[in-house]
């Protein structure tokens, strides 16, 4: 398996657990920051915070927790 960012190999055991990255620190960041940029960290009402993905009608139309 090769990493997608830098095109190193890595194990299998990694990439069957769901990885596509390498160890490297780099890689590692990158993927980070395109899964950061896909969630918000929101407050719900009477239930704390929670991560909703971007295009979440939640964060579209304000409405969370099944309110009307």
């Known amino acids: 398996m090769k990493c997608i960012y830098c095109d190193t ?3 299998l055991e990694r990439y069957e657990i769901g990885y596509k990255t390498c160890m490297d620190k780099s890689c590692v960041l990158k993927a ?3 899964k950061q940029s896909k969630v918000r960290l929101i407050n ?3 239930q704390g915070f929670a991560y909703v993905f971007v295009d979440s009608p ?3 139309y304000g409405k969370s927790s099944g309110r009307q």
Do not use: R
Request: charged fraction near 40%; hydrophobic fraction near 35%; proline fraction near 8%.
């Open 9 to 11: 190999e890595f194990s």
């Open 32 to 34: 980070l920051q395109e």
């Open 44 to 46: 719900m009402p009477k």
């Open 58 to 60: 939640d964060l579209k």
